[in-house]
């Protein structure tokens, strides 16, 4: 329970941080030269498709030309072209691959630094937020570092690469403390500039929810009188000026489809989910188990670890009282929380599988929320704060016998989040079964000029089937192979279905196309009719391939698992 110095701290929760990646992930996958980046595959839901789509986002804009707007690239969704920022492809991780590759010549995977980077700076900000709150010590550093790390709702987004990045929702947190105790204005607006700058280009729910945070601690620091209104609407409008032409240059602005989707009010938090064990080690009847009533409930997977909740009740008491003093002291943080947590929540709420409202909105407000569709997500700002409170609370209420408590609740941490921890080991060490052979069907694509897919993947039934990780498979070879292809698994793609729908034959001789036809076209069955005695076409049950170059889909033979 002795303070240390925070560099100390900061650097022991590398150390073991460092360790942890390697033992779970590997260095191979780390490096990006292992064969699971040939066939990317989560544990989350739709894990499936998201890394291909952010691996091929990142590669065709590794490869491409300077434009504006900056994160626009031709290929992926040819003819108009896909921003990549709405494929989840990371803006600063993909510009780092640009310059690496233009410095080099080589093409890297930088996905797997990004992963074991995102570990070890939840450990590592963590760690820094509980030094903050005012514990320093190494039990208190070793319980945020397992904390970070082991966090259910970092383990379970393994497979949505952009939101790895938690560590940017706890440095907002810490931007918040700081900013509450500050006057300097050029300070704080340095770190919010920092701050937004970080997020803006990682993923807009981070971005979205850090922000807020960072607006609720200037707007408490004007509440503390530690910064004038003056000075505060300085700080804002500073921030705002410098991130609103970043946004602007980024093409955030210019997205062909609709940015609202489906789907709010299912992807949403179970009220039951911080509390109760989910993939828990501890408890073996929830080991494979999420609180889940809408079937979407796993993007508000909240839950707070054995280890977490064990100081919340062992200190329950001083935690009431942290509370009380919060709402005073606090009051824009604890109505932000409140805010993020009904919107987590949604307008249909579940505790367990009992549905006990569901408040009827207008049209436009459901639009609007849609934007932000997965709202089970905004639980993690709170269940981050939770967790920092938890573990500074036992040395304040015990003395150093809450050291003792600290070391019971590491443990219990780390073995609660064992089956996802397992499971994540297991993604990355077992390959998963893919549609398409990885080897003959680049081959196919570097011979063609570009690839066609029909039906596109924004124009197939939406269920997640075959045909969509079909689909998601050959945008993800196609970027591998640097081909223009009409298919791209974004919501930004106005994708004309009607036009796909009339192509009934394979493509015009000297265009050097490479057509794949999905059981969802409108004239499969005659396709695979032609397919029997055309030689410019193969067929499987599901799907059918065509070329104007001779011979070009022989070697597809056998490359198909249906």
């Not at 492809?89 to 990004?114: D, E, H, K, Q, T």
């Not at 319980?143 to 706890?170: D, K, N, Q, S, Y």
Request: overall charge positive; proline content about 5%.
């Amino acid at each position: 329970a002795t303070p240390r110095p925070l560099p100390l701290l900061l650097t022991a929760s590398f150390c073991i941080s460092v360790l942890y990646v390697l033992w779970v992930f590997g260095a191979s996958v780390i490096l990006g030269t292992s064969p699971f980046w040939q066939n990317p595959h989560g544990i989350v839901g739709r894990g499936w498709g998201d890394v291909f789509t952010n691996l091929s986002g990142y590669t065709y804009f590794e490869h491409d030309r300077w434009r504006l707007p900056l994160f626009q690239v031709a290929k992926l969704g040819a003819p108009g072209g896909t921003n990549i920022f709405f494929t989840d492809s990371i803006p600063w991780v993909a510009l780092a691959g640009r310059l690496v590759f233009l410095a080099s010549g080589l093409s890297v995977n930088l996905f797997g630094l990004w992963t074991a980077f995102c570990f070890c700076a939840s450990a590592m900000s963590l760690t820094a937020l509980v030094a903050i709150l005012g514990q320093r010590g190494l039990a208190p550093a070793a319980a945020a570092t397992v904390a970070g790390l082991c966090m259910p709702a970092l383990l379970a987004r393994w497979g949505h690469t952009a939101l790895l990045a938690h560590f940017e929702i706890t440095l907002a947190l810490i931007f918040y403390f700081l900013t509450c105790r500050s006057s300097n204005v050029r300070t704080v607006f340095l770190q919010a500039a920092g701050l937004a700058l970080l997020t803006v280009w990682t993923t807009p729910y981070i971005f979205a929810m850090a922000g807020a945070i960072g607006l609720a601690g200037i707007a408490q620091a004007v509440s503390n009188r530690t910064l004038s209104l003056l000075k505060a609407t300085a700080i804002v409008l500073g921030v705002a000026a410098l991130i609103g032409p970043i946004l602007l240059v980024s093409g955030v602005f210019e997205a062909h489809g609709a940015l609202g989707a489906w789907g709010f009010g299912v992807y949403s938090m179970n009220a039951l989910s911080p509390f109760v064990p989910q993939r828990s080690g501890l408890v073996a009847p929830m080991r494979d188990l999420i609180v889940d009533a809408t079937g979407g409930q796993y993007e508000g997977l909240s839950y707070l670890g054995g280890g977490t909740l064990l100081l919340l009740v062992a200190t329950a008491r001083l935690q009431l009282r942290l509370a009380w003093r919060a709402l005073r002291h606090h009051a824009w943080l604890c109505a932000l929380f409140v805010g993020m947590t009904l919107f987590a929540l949604s307008n249909v709420v579940y505790v367990g599988g009992i549905l006990v409202a569901h408040l009827p909105l207008p049209e436009s407000c459901l639009k609007l929320a849609a934007i932000f569709r997965a709202s089970g997500r905004w639980g993690w700002p709170a269940m981050y704060c939770v967790t920092a409170v938890a573990i500074v609370a036992p040395i304040r209420w015990y003395g150093t016998r809450g050291a003792v408590l600290l070391c019971l609740a590491i443990p219990l941490q780390w073995i609660d989040t064992a089956p996802l921890r397992g499971d994540v080991r297991t993604s990355v060490r077992s390959p998963a079964a893919a549609p398409l052979q990885y080897t003959p069907w680049l081959v196919a694509m570097i011979q063609h000029r570009s690839v066609s897919v029909f039906p596109q993947m924004a124009c197939l039934d939406g269920s997640g089937g075959w045909n969509s990780r079909v689909a998601v498979q050959l945008q993800f070879l196609a970027s591998i192979a640097d081909r223009p292809i009409n298919s791209v698994y974004s919501r930004s793609l106005d994708a004309d279905c009607a036009a796909g729908q009339r192509v009934d034959a394979p493509p015009a001789p000297g265009t050097q196309t490479l057509y794949v036809f999905l059981d969802e076209s409108k004239n499969f069955a005659r396709l695979q009719a032609l397919a029997r005695t055309d030689d410019r076409c193969r067929r499987w049950d599901k799907l059918v391939v065509c070329s104007d170059i001779p011979g070009a889909v022989t070697a597809l033979a056998g490359s198909v698992e249906q």
